[in-house]
């Protein structure tokens, strides 16, 4: 049984879901309408009230979750988090009241696990589809056919900004309305014709906003009853005659949810009419059931970060065998450290530590840390790409630049495991390995036999240099040669 937390811009949302039969069961959901967004002030700070509000809802969320046996637990967090110039001093306050640490995902990452829920709940495997999904703070839209994903982009156009910047006043003009059009229609058109291009058999609506909408002109018998354009229009214009958000009172939507379904609706028209869809069906599938389908990937050990891996190598060309003889020998040396929860890091670290090679020779640590933290790696959360760029910055050259990551133990063995792996494989000693044993307590003790320096003669001014960076930190490195 696993558990999906969606710290979302609108409304924080859970889903504990057991699979079984092919098919992933929500067997509890929770939600709280406490638009994070809102609590952003002009300078993007989230005020003290907002995270208060925040934390009492986790809170909430903490005891539903106490009351299962799950498997596994993810909080995922989006746009607001991701903006919120106050967010890292947020974070962990947040943890402590949900009992699990909190990913701040990218927004690709975000699209990616949308149309995983998506995919998931629509049994068509050939089906060539265009998901959108508007938040409170972004809208994600990705282009696929069955499960392959060919194209995906995160949109930082939302509800939130579009009801604050055009009807903050709490009227719905026609100058507004069109004004709040134009706008989404700006954000979209640069990426509308790749996406064309992809083409389409259906379009899809996957958030709360859209569904809201679709049970607005259903329950209300608004223009043709579905998604479509005319629709949409048609719900613009009852909008329009009644002027007022606070005088939107219309079966199939709650008061506090109005203000909500206005910034959506003009979101959704520009995005229809800018990347050309007529008609999209709305579906009871997204995040979370996407959060829930990875951790049950995870669970049978087929990590979508392992592909994302692969292919940032494959993008910049990195040698694999070096690679993964780096990886191998760093997994070696960690095994006889007390190994942590840094295994996977160190070994992905390993295998992406050349990337910068693409760039330059010169200073290629540091272009490979530049790349692993800000591409686009699907599966893994800014903190991950965060820790693993320390580990390839790390990997050879002083250590003054990771001090504060070395405070940390376990990842101070994977920078150790991995700086002696790249010096092993320049050698070519991996073969050899056999006598050398590696420790790291309140020193370093690396013990190695003679012979392997007579044959790797190049190991022994490596060596020195790696006493030297190590010392120079405050980390005594003792070179035991029997």
Known sequence: MFAAVDLGSNSFRLHIGEPAGGRMHIVRSARDPIRLAAGLDQDNMLTEAAMDSALRTLQDFRAILDEYVLDAVRVVATNTLRVARNAEQLLPRLEQAIGHPIEVISGEEEGRLIYMGVARAIDKPDERRLVLDIGGGSTEVIAAIGSEIKLVESFGIGTHPQTAAFFGDGRITAQGFEAAVTEARARFEDAADLYKAQGWDAAYGSSGTMRAIHEVIGKNRIGDGTVSQASLAALRDVLLELGQIEAVRLPGIKRERVPVMVGGLTVLIGAMQELGIARLATIDAGLRLGVLSDLELRANRS??????????????EVDSQRALRTANIASRLYQQMDPSEAQHYLCWSAMLHEVGLQVSMTGAHKHGAYIVEHADLAGFTTREQRLMATLVLGQKGNLRKIREALHEPDLARA?????????LMHARADEDLGGLKLRMKGRIELELPAALIDKHPTLRPWLQKEEGAWNEVGMPFQLRVV
Do not use: G, P, T
């Open 303 to 316: 990590d979508r970060r392992d592909a994302a891996i692969r292919a940032c190598m494959r993008r910049f």
């Open 415 to 423: 920078v150790l495991a991995l700086r002696m792996a790249v010096v």
